[in-house]
């Protein structure tokens, strides 16, 4: 999270230019810079999950949400569900 608002400030002091969804591509990069630098040390475990728009044929055994009106509302996260 730190690494996340690092590339925040960057961005805002003019550093770096991002095109697209700036949180999302943000997260993404800290994500990874941090995971390279982790690896360098040892292997960590790492969990992933995805926010996707709840759609009824993808999710057929799940209520649909019913909070909030606005698009954003409709998101579900989706975790893998294998185990090791």
């Not at 925040?8 to 943000?26: A, S």
Request: glycine letters at 4%; hydrophobic letters at 40%.
């Amino acid at each position: 999270l730190l690494r996340y608002l690092e590339l925040f400030l960057k961005y805002y002091q003019g550093q770096i230019d991002i095109k697209g969804p700036l949180g999302v591509i943000l997260l993404r990069h800290a994500y990874h810079q941090v995971v390279e630098e982790e690896k360098r040390a040892a292997e960590i475990p790492t969990q992933l999950w995805q926010e996707v728009l709840f759609k009824t044929q993808f999710f057929p055994k799940v209520p649909p949400p019913t909070w909030g009106k606005r698009r954003a509302c409709k998101f579900v996260v989706v975790a893998d569900s294998k185990t090791k």
